[in-house]
């Protein structure tokens, strides 16, 4: 049972202590810790069990640069070690409009899975911003099907933040509003 109660800490650790990076610091990322990471986005929950999401990643330089001048919250990109396109795949969508919430949880566990292994990120938004997502497009050519929801940065933090507590109890209802 202590086991248990260890691993339930860890992650409330991981939840509670991630801050969004913007600042990294000159090294690479592990290409298995690039890997691992890209397994707690495919381990994210989906709608009917879809799984619409593509992950595109990047460690091109002159990508970096032009992806951190095409989104207007992007500059950060620029000195990440890696960037991580999450799409959506439109084909596969059978349950229509759950296709970003399905992508949201994917980044939230890529987030979370970068934030335990010590490496900084941060989410930056893409869809449903129509300039933004041109703007992707521009960049990194996408069929027409495959929507650009969100860019994740990644690297070793260049930064440290603190914890914030976060937690509003106005903000729990009970049983009515």
Not at 141 to 165: A, H, Q, T
Request: glycine share 6%; charged share 25%.
């Amino acid at each position: 049972m202590r086991f248990g109660i260890i691993k339930v800490m860890e992650i409330l650790d991981a939840i509670l202590g991630r801050r969004s990076i913007r600042r990294y610091s000159e090294g690479e990322v592990a290409q298995n810790d690039l890997a691992t990471i890209l397994r707690a986005g495919m381990a994210a929950p989906s709608a009917g069990n879809e799984q619409p999401w593509h992950f595109i990643t990047i460690r091109g330089r002159d990508t970096l640069s032009a992806l951190s001048i095409a989104h207007p919250y992007a500059e950060m990109v620029a000195t990440a070690s890696v960037a991580i396109l999450v799409c959506a795949d439109t084909d596969v969508v059978k349950h229509r409009d759950y296709w970003p919430q399905d992508c949201a949880a994917a980044t939230q566990n890529m987030l979370l899975a970068a934030h335990s292994l010590g490496l900084g990120s941060v989410w930056v938004g893409v869809y449903p911003r129509e300039a933004r997502v041109a703007e992707i497009r521009r960049v990194i050519p996408l069929p027409d099907r495959i929507i650009p929801f969100s860019l994740l940065p990644v690297g070793i933090p260049g930064e440290r933040k603190p914890r914030i507590d976060r937690f509003f109890e106005e903000r729990i209802h009970e049983e009515h509003w």
